[in-house]
């Protein structure tokens, strides 16, 4: 028989592998989407400074196409919109509202969802109740709720905000519950038990350090459905208003001179794309690397 006793330090805790970083940098495609997706991060960022225009000036050079030299300079490099506006500095601003708008709605029902699933994993009497209730969320179609919002508190970036961590809080909530199922079935909780842990530490340093990688795959690819989902809910006139600047909304006013001037529509829509598939790659090769069945021995 063993003579081993169990001790916090006893309890083991999933932490990264030497060489994952190495596994990542490796995989070319999933590190051209890091570096993409973070160049256009760091360029919304930075829109105030690297803007070369006022996105809400208004000038007769109306629908310029791109690349339009005025002067012997590139004064409009996307051209301009409906308005005269210069394209390059609104296509940042609306990558900038865009972004927040799903960073934001990511991280608050993100932790919102962890907590419920963690405590429905954790105390087995109150999992009947929560996800229940995480049922009926899961029912309320996103569109639906960005409709009713709007109906509330008014059409803007808060209801869509609002919206979107509805719809986040119970999917975050499911893949929480169902990876900490996993780890509470671990003899290391019952030991963590058997010597008297309180119930926060086991819940928030073994039990949650045990699911987080898991937990923070999935909100890579709830990120994209944010982004996705926000523009959807900006195209329909429910997010960021005349004259701001947003992706989606860019892509609605737009939609009138397609024809005429398609380069209006097409790219924010590009943009959209573009930010979407790069956090779908990101999240997919997380995925296979942190999966033990996925990667590849």
Same mark, same amino acid.
């Given at each position: 028989m063993s003579d081993i006793v169990a001790t916090p330090a006893a309890i083991p805790v999933r932490k990264p592998r030497p /060489?994952? !970083?190495? *596994?990542?940098?490796?995989?070319? =495609?999933?590190?051209?989407?890091?570096?993409?997706?973070?160049?256009?991060?760091?360029?919304?960022?930075?829109?105030?400074?690297?803007?070369?225009?006022?996105?809400?000036?208004?000038?007769?050079?109306?629908m310029l196409p791109p690349v339009w030299e005025a002067r012997g300079?590139?004064?409009?490099?996307?051209?301009?919109?409906?308005?005269g506006r210069c394209m390059l500095s609104r296509l940042l601003y609306g990558t900038r509202a865009t972004l927040m708008v799903g960073i934001v709605a990511t991280a608050i029902g993100g932790?919102?969802?962890?907590?419920?699933?963690?405590?429905?994993?954790?105390?087995?009497?109150?999992? /009947?109740? !929560?996800? *229940?209730?995480?049922?009926?969320? =899961?029912?309320i179609p996103a569109i639906l709720l960005g409709l009713a919002l709007a109906a509330?508190?008014?059409s803007g970036l808060n209801a869509i905000i609002a919206a979107l961590v509805v719809a986040t809080i119970p999917t975050v909530a499911r893949v929480t519950r169902g990876a900490a199922l996993v780890v509470m079935a671990q003899d290391f909780m019952e030991a963590g038990r058997s010597i008297g842990l309180p119930d926060f530490t086991l819940m928030w340093r073994y039990l949650a350090l045990n699911c987080i990688s898991s937990v923070f795959v999935y909100l890579t690819l709830r990120f994209a459905q944010s982004i996705l989902l926000g523009a959807v809910l900006s195209f329909l006139g429910?997010?960021?208003?005349?004259?701001?600047?947003? =992706?989606?909304?860019?892509?609605?006013?737009?939609?009138?001179?397609?024809?005429?001037?398609p380069h209006i529509a097409t790219l924010p829509s590009l943009m959209i794309v573009i930010i979407v598939l790069c956090a779908n790659i990101l999240g997919d090769a997380l995925r296979d690397l942190l999966d033990p069945r996925l990667r590849k021995l």
């Open positions: /060489g994952m !970083l190495r *596994r990542l940098v490796r995989d070319r =495609l999933a590190l051209a989407a890091g570096v993409i997706l973070l160049a256009i991060m760091i360029a919304a960022l930075l829109a105030p400074w690297i803007a070369p225009h006022d996105p809400y000036l208004t000038t007769r050079r109306r300079t590139w004064t409009y490099l996307l051209g301009t919109d409906s308005l932790a919102i969802g962890m907590a419920i699933g963690f405590i429905a994993a954790f105390y087995r009497r109150f999992d /009947g109740v !929560l996800m *229940r209730i995480n049922d009926v969320l =899961l029912s509330v508190i008014g429910l997010g960021a208003q005349p004259p701001a600047a947003e =992706l989606g909304m860019m892509a609605s006013s737009g939609r009138n001179e397609l024809f005429i001037a």
